[in-house]
């Protein structure tokens, strides 16, 4: 199959493509190395020191030779998409933090322009270009919110129950049935997620394209077992825009800093390896959906709260002579930190999909990971500065 991932220099679309060659695909690539920029910019780094995009795009060749790369995302999108042909499109080319989108404006309007228009863009190139293609797009658990009501994949479900409180559970056919399911989001970066899942169901909808849209929970890790050496690691950050909450909780642990719980620490999302990761949006492509078809998978291996998540991370620490603490800080964000939770994954498992059922044994070997850089970490970058109101200032512990 020929797959085309977009962003691929990305922490994700690294291992993903190293990943798609071992497996017999053919791999190309797009990529305009705006992440490294805006890691620059905000003044962090990654803690994995990651190859320059030239020894990049030469070890994909050396693996595979027939690998093509662009380095133009905006101006060439269309003439690669032509020159490629893929068979699948993986999309993973958007800003992907929502702290970042909340700094400013010119951060907000860079996110909501890079993510909404750039994914319209694609959206027209593949109508003009390759149609028949399948779009899997990474969108986020992040846009549905925190409903006080199960979350289902994607739609509405056509089943309620009606007086569940009962042993016979009578169902009721729902008359939104079918619709997406109501969203809610926390960011101006989760707003951009929400109106790309619109606009591509309805060019499904409208032009018969077909589309697995992945509402995926924070990734952890940095190392795969298609990763064979430090010269093949993928990035990992660790700050408040960049890092996800346990790669951050384990670059805070190796310095011995406390781990920044957010609140009370009650705030609960679905999680899962880097490993699971890869493998799940390999079975989305593999698996297509037929044409017309927009279809919604969440992906995630269990739900985790912040304290739950701080407690694996000091006691791995420990089994490694680690001795972590933990703090709560003063909550950046505007969220509910108490909430109910309960959102269905059913559709990977289905496909193949045997989650991770026990992320310890995954955190302790993240953290041993990356012992050996924790040289690199900038300690003034582990507090939270940004935050959703607009009054920046780092977060004290409460």
């Known amino acids: 199959m020929k797959v085309l991932i977009l962003g691929i220099d990305g922490y ?79 999309h993973l080319a958007e800003q992907p933090s929502a702290a970042y989108s909340m700094i400013g404006v010119e951060e907000a309007v860079e996110t909501q322009t890079d993510n909404i228009i750039g994914t319209l863009r694609i959206l027209w190139y593949m109508k003009r270009v390759c149609p028949e293609a399948h779009l899997i797009k990474l969108g986020t658990m992040g846009e549905y919110g925190t409903p006080n009501c199960d979350i289902p994949e994607g739609e509405i479900p056509f089943d309620c129950i009606s007086g569940h409180k009962l042993p016979s559970k009578e169902y009721i056919e729902c008359s939104m049935g079918g619709l997406i399911f109501p969203r809610r989001a926390g960011s101006w970066y989760h707003l951009t997620k929400v109106h790309d899942s619109y606009n591509i169901e309805f060019a499904c909808r409208n032009w018969g394209f077909r589309s697995t849209d992945i509402m995926q929970g924070p990734v952890f890790g940095v190392t795969t077992d298609d990763i064979k050496d430090d010269s ?158 607009t009054s920046h200032r780092k977060s004290k512990t409460v």
């Open 12 to 90: 994700l679309g690294w291992p993903l493509a190293l990943h798609l060659i071992e497996r017999g695909h053919q791999v190309s690539g797009l990529d305009c190395y705006i992440r490294r920029e805006r890691v620059d910019r905000t003044g962090c780094n990654s803690l994995t020191p990651i190859a320059d995009r030239l020894s990049r795009t030469h070890t994909l060749r050396i693996k595979q030779p027939s690998f093509v790369m662009s380095h133009d995302y905006v101006d060439n999108c269309e003439e690669f998409l032509r020159s490629v042909q893929p068979d699948a499109i993986v």
């Open 232 to 389: 093949e690691l993928t990035r990992f950050d660790y700050d408040e825009c960049f890092g996800t909450i346990i790669n951050r909780f384990c670059a805070q642990a190796i310095v011995n800093h406390p781990l920044t719980v957010y609140g009370v620490g009650n705030q609960t999302r679905g999680y899962l390896p880097l490993k699971d990761s890869i493998f799940c949006m390999t079975l989305a492509i593999e698996n297509p959906p037929k044409a017309g078809e927009y279809r919604v998978f969440n992906q995630f291996e269990r739900t985790y709260s912040a304290n739950e998540l701080a407690e694996i991370v000091k006691f791995a620490g420990a089994e490694l002579n680690i001795d972590v603490k933990i703090a709560h800080y003063e909550n950046p964000r505007k969220e509910a930190e108490t909430h109910y939770y309960n959102p269905y994954r059913n559709k990977l498992v289905e496909l193949g999909y045997k989650p991770t059922t026990d992320i310890f044994p995954e955190v302790k070997l993240l953290l041993g990971d990356i012992l050996p850089f924790r040289d690199r970490v900038l300690i003034d970058k582990l507090i939270p500065q940004y935050r959703w109101d």
